[in-house]
């Protein structure tokens, strides 16, 4: 079991985050922390890097420092949102003039955090952005038997609890959020997984069928359900009975006209 961080606020898991930090001790600090949080964490170290990764990537939240090489902070915040990017930006600094800290959110930052910081201090400032930019989830969450903590970041079924890693767990939210709907490779990629992931790599399908494993053991709720070429999509328990028994019924219905064909 994982202790919880805060009892009093919602955990966000399944959220790509990009950090743009050239300090390769505070880079290295805070990418360990968020990853063992089970967030997905994309590097920058320059500003032109920082711009491209937000070009061609969708990011819950970018953490930006102000000082880093060309083009520095400010003006990436700057560019981000004249381009259209509404994305929480919490923007970190070793500066803590006040002409510092309102330029930075003149420039389109949402929050300002002055270095050095506690690493509790930064994961308090991203649940606020988190909550804000997004519609407010309860932190228990549940689909059928199936119940999230998301504070505490724990599973149970049926009442008992589920053994997840950071990953499987991150992926199980973020399936959970989405119940009922059709979530495709690219999607979980996205939103669990970050940069390093190998889109050609069956890394999504062996993390699928652990938790399948997990939450669906004998495979007879059918919980968690593959649609070719489409995706993923995890339903009810209700409904995947329903579907159970449609299937039954087709079978019997089948039998029953086959019997009727022989007597005939």
């Keep these: 079991m994982r202790r919880p961080l805060s009892r009093g606020f919602t955990y966000y898991a399944a959220m790509r985050i990009l950090l743009v930090e050239d300090d390769p001790g505070v880079r290295r600090f805070v990418v360990k922390g968020l990853r063992e949080q089970a967030y997905a964490v994309d590097i920058a170290a320059t500003g032109e890097e920082a711009l491209y990764q937000a070009h061609i990537n969708e990011y819950d939240l970018i953490i930006l420092d102000v000082m880093i090489p060309e083009p520095d902070g400010f003006e990436v915040c700057r560019r981000l949102r004249k381009s259209g990017r509404t994305m929480p930006i919490l923007m970190l600094t070793a500066r803590d003039a006040v002409e510092d800290r309102v330029s930075g959110l003149d420039s389109g930052a949402d929050d ?153």
């Design 112 to 264: 300002y955090l002055t270095k050095p910081f506690q690493f509790r201090e930064l994961l308090a400032r991203l649940r606020a952005l988190l909550r804000r930019s997004t519609e407010l989830h309860p932190p228990l969450l549940s689909v059928g038997d199936l119940s999230l903590d998301t504070a505490a970041q724990n599973a149970t079924l049926g009442g008992q609890a589920i053994s997840l890693t950071h990953k499987e767990y991150a992926l199980l939210e973020y399936l959970v959020r989405n119940a009922g709907r059709v979530v495709s490779r690219a999607d979980i990629a996205e939103h669990v997984w970050d940069e390093s992931f190998d889109p050609f790599s069956n890394l999504i399908e062996v993390y699928i069928n652990r938790l399948r494993r997990k939450i669906d053991p004998d495979g007879s709720a059918g919980l968690l359900q593959t649609r070719r070429g489409a995706g993923y999509i995890l339903k009810s328990c209700e409904d995947a009975e329903s579907g159970g028994r449609a299937q039954v019924t087709g079978a019997q219905a089948k039998s029953n006209v086959a019997d009727r064909k022989k007597h005939a």
